[in-house]
């Protein structure tokens, strides 16, 4: 009988204990702790369009930390606007002075769809529009419109 080569598969189940505890490992467990509680302590308003990707603190303390937040195309201003609601919100999560700055960071490939150009038939809403121009009893204004029509059919 011949040997059977020794199969070089894997089960997944296998493996990801490992690749867990290896990210586990790397992240604090303040990190942890606020990735796995984001939607409880921002509420769904702001966890919808923001999430943390980690913390940074400049001391031992684990105080005055920089929180880096990912958000949503557009959402960087409303993340400045709450700025301090934020940090208030982080903080009394934590019970303590954790959190001291937001550094924010915009996820460009969230929405790839949205980023796509839409194309608006311009034709068949100016010829919808001329019902509409025919009903009007001014005269002035049904001539003017009659002429942004026409332009808008060229």
């Known amino acids: 009988m011949k040997d059977r080569k020794k199969s070089y598969f894997k089960k997944v189940g296998d493996s990801l204990p490992k690749i ?3 990210n586990i490992s790397e992240r604090s467990f303040v990190e942890l702790s606020l990735i796995k509680n984001w939607n409880k302590i921002m509420g769904k308003e702001i966890a919808c369009y923001c999430w943390p990707i980690k913390m940074v603190f400049s001391n031992i303390k684990n105080t005055n930390g ?3 937040l990912k958000t949503k195309r557009g959402k960087s201003m409303e993340i400045e606007f709450k700025h301090n609601e934020i940090i208030e919100k982080l903080n009394q999560y934590f019970g303590y002075n954790a959190v001291s700055k937001i550094s924010i960071i915009q996820d460009f490939d969230s929405n790839k769809e949205n980023n796509q150009k839409k194309t608006i038939k311009i034709k068949d809403k100016a010829i919808d529009q001329s ?3 025919d009903k009007i009893n001014v005269d002035r204004l049904k001539n003017a419109l009659k002429k942004l029509n026409k332009t808008l059919l060229k």
């Open 131 to 133: 019902k509409f121009i």
């Open 66 to 68: 920089i929180i880096f």
């Open 20 to 22: 867990v505890n290896k």
